[in-house]
Nanobody, 123 residues
Framework: QVQLVESGGGLVQAGGSLRLSCAAS????????MGWFRQAPGKEREFVAA????????YYADSVKGRFSISRDNAKNTVYLQMNSLKPEDTAVYYC????????????????WGQGTQVTVSS
């Protein structure tokens, strides 16, 4: 049974930083591309970033490009999202997801999801 557990969310002031982690179990982690998505209140879930199985390819939403960085440690079965220069509009529940193929920005292409971690950015 695949399990994804996010951590690292919290309350931060605008301009601050947070690092999210997503620990995976129940899968051969290195076989899976990983993605981060977020959902703000009253809005649809949106793509944030994705990383290929080896970590050699990364992909970002335009809204976070240059501020967020996705990485992974296959030895630890963990994917990270470093978030810098945070803005109030980054406030959302952040989810990690696993896909047994290449990295994608389409949420419906991911088969496994975590429960999410709340990120709140105050102005």
């Amino acid at each position: 049974q695949v399990q994804l557990v996010e951590s690292g969310g919290g309350l931060v002031q605008a301009g601050g930083s947070l690092r999210l982690s997503c620990a995976a179990s129940g899968l051969t982690f290195s076989f899976y591309a990983m993605g981060w998505f977020r959902q703000a209140p009253g809005k649809e879930r949106e793509f944030v970033a994705a990383i290929s199985q080896s970590g050699g390819f990364t992909y970002y939403a335009d809204s976070v490009k240059g501020r967020f960085s996705i990485s992974r440690d296959n030895a630890k079965n963990t994917v990270y999202l470093q978030m810098n220069s945070l803005k109030p509009e980054d406030t959302a529940v952040y989810y990690c997801a696993a896909r047994a193929r290449g990295a994608s920005s389409r949420s419906y292409e991911y088969s496994s999801w975590g429960q999410g971690t709340q990120v709140t950015v105050s102005s």
